[in-house]
């Protein structure tokens, strides 16, 4: 055979459903970010449900956004770890600095305060329930005059 002979090869068409913009698939995720349907997607963006299926199943959108949750999740889980991390860190520095003081004379200590100030430590550091009885030995600063 010739090339002139030769049968033409012949291109395989995309499907229809594969020749969508970016911006309206972008459209489809997000509708499938507020409500996980075909159907929703389908109302939302346009599409025919079919596509919205094909979508879904090409671009394995259950399982991607089952990993963004796990990753926001795993991020506010950090974050607020670092903030209890930080607020006990200053919780623990009020209470060093009271016994400071109260140790030289400099003020009196409201026994309520340091409680509070010893219950939020516990709280923070995850040691106490909130039904359970915490026993504090208090120091108690005498003035000059014995009272």
Request: positive net charge; without cysteine; proline residues 2%.
């Amino acid at each position: 055979m010739t090339e002139e002979t030769k049968p033409k090869k012949r291109r395989l068409k995309k499907p229809q459903w594969d020749k969508l913009p970016r911006k309206k698939i972008t459209d489809m995720y997000a509708a499938y970010r507020e409500q996980q349907s075909a159907a929703y997607i389908s109302r939302k963006t346009g599409v025919a449900k079919s596509t919205a299926k094909r979508y879904i199943d090409k671009y394995n959108w259950e399982d991607r956004l089952r990993k963004y949750h796990e990753y926001v999740a795993k991020l506010a889980d950090q974050q607020l770890a670092e903030r209890q991390a930080s607020n006990l860190s200053i919780v623990q520095g009020a209470i060093a600095q009271i016994n400071l003081e109260i140790e030289a004379g400099l003020i009196e200590g409201k026994y309520t305060d340091i409680d509070k100030l010893i219950r939020l430590e516990q709280h923070l550091s995850g040691v106490v329930d909130k039904k359970e009885e915490i026993n504090i030995n208090v120091n108690i600063v005498k003035d000059e005059e014995g009272e």
